[in-house]
Structure formats: structure tokens, C-alpha cells
């Protein structure tokens, strides 16, 4: 993992993103972990920080993982695209990557993959899975229901960033029913709390 790293961050096959990037953002957790996250790409603050889901959609990732018994050192947490995604004719915000762009990071996430070999990958919004998996129904359609990447269980659910929008904080609901069908397929133990934690009143 480490001469993988070694190579991830000195890659410059995109020459835009190599130029307007502040880092690479590897990935983290534990080169061992169970349970992967796959997220999109980069933002403005792990741009910065050099690591993955630490800005805002980030924390409430890592409020996910803790529910479900886990910390961001215990899992692993990497990106489709190693770089943020440039956007030259935009003020703010963020821009999906591209085609090309995840086709040619996406070696990067393999070869990590491989090296982790974790029981079962959740794949972060639609980006996440068209990234891994090409082209799929929406991530509305797909999202709960049990895919798979080469022999590995790929469970699709919303991005934490969608969630953040004010109309869809219903649909935490659903991620969480996504998490505990991830928690059940690795054999973890379910306690009450956590099982009805959208059935409180
Ligand atoms: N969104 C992502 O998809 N990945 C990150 O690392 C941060 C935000």
C-alpha cells in the first residue's frame, strides 16, 4: 500500500487536475478493513487536507460509520478520482469527473481494492457506481439492492452530500436500512438501538 501511495501521489496523467490539484487524496482507514467506502471524488476541503470525506458530506459519513459500530481507522475510505476535479469556469462548487478522468484513475482504486480485498464495498452515489460498475439504473433504482464488483458484495446508497440537502433528510432513513443490510452481510451483531434508530419518536 505504501508504493502504491508512493505512486498515486506523483501521478500526473491528468495533466489539468495534476496543475490545479493542492493534493492527492490517497485514501485512509485501515489497509486490512472488512468494510470499504467509495465515494467520488475530492472536494475543496480534502483537496486541502489531503484526505478523503472530512469536509461537510464527510462528517456525516464518519457519523454513519460510528453508528454502525465502526471508526474511519477500523474501515477504509477512498475516492473513484485521486484528485478534485478542476473547475475552471465555476466560482465555487464542485463538478463530477469525467469519463476519461475516472477511466484513468480508476487503476489506482483497483490495485487498492485488490491490496485490501474487503468483504464488501458501499458504493457512495451514482458517480460511485457508474465509477466501479459502468453504466447502472440510477442510484434511486439501485440503491439497497445487493450488486457486486468482480466476487466483492456492492451495496449502492446515496451520497452523504445528497443527504445534506434539505429535501432529502427523509432519506437517511434509507441509508441507514442500506447499512444494516451491510452490517447483517459481515456478520456483525445488530443491537436493538441501532436497528430502530429511525423509529424513535
Ligand atoms: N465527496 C466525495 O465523493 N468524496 C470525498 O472525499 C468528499 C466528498
New binding site residues.
Given amino acids: 500500500m505504501t508504493e502504491l501511495r508512493g505512486r498515486t501521489l506523483a501521478c500526473r496523467k491528468c495533466a489539468h487536475l495534476a496543475a490545479s490539484r493542492q493534493t492527492v ?1 490517497f485514501g485512509v482507514g485501515d489497509p486490512r478493513a472488512r468494510l470499504m467506502f467509495v ?5 475543496a ?2 483537496d486541502r487536507q489531503g ?5 461537510r ?2 462528517q456525516l ?1 464518519t457519523r454513519v460509520i460510528q453508528a454502525m459500530g465502526f471508526t474511519r481507522e477500523t474501515v477504509y ?4 478520482l485521486k484528485c478534485r476535479p478542476d473547475t475552471p469556469d465555476q466560482a465555487s462548487g ?1 463538478r463530477k469527473p469525467t469519463g476519461v478522468e475516472m477511466q484513468t484513475c480508476l487503476p489506482y482504486l483497483l490495485e487498492q481494492i485488490d491490496l485490501i480485498q474487503p468483504r464488501v464495498i458501499v458504493a ?2 451514482g ?2 457506481v457508474e465509477g466501479l460498475l459502468g453504466k447502472t439504473a440510477g442510484i434511486t433504482r439501485v440503491r439497497g439492492t445487493w450488486l457486486a464488483f468482480r466476487d466483492i458484495p456492492l451495496m449502492p446508497t446515496f ?3 445528497f443527504l445534506l440537502r434539505p429535501e432529502n433528510a427523509g432519506k437517511k432513513r434509507l441509508v441507514w436500512e442500506d447499512m444494516l443490510q451491510v452490517l447483517e452481510r459481515l456478520g456483525e451483531p445488530i443491537s436493538d438501538k441501532q436497528r430502530n434508530y429511525f423509529l424513535r419518536s
Fill in positions: 487524496v465515494g467520488e471524488a475530492p472536494g476541503d480534502e484526505e478523503p470525506f472530512v469536509g458530506a464527510g459519513l475510505i477512498a475516492n473513484i464542485n457512495l452515489g458517480t460511485a451520497h452523504p452530500s
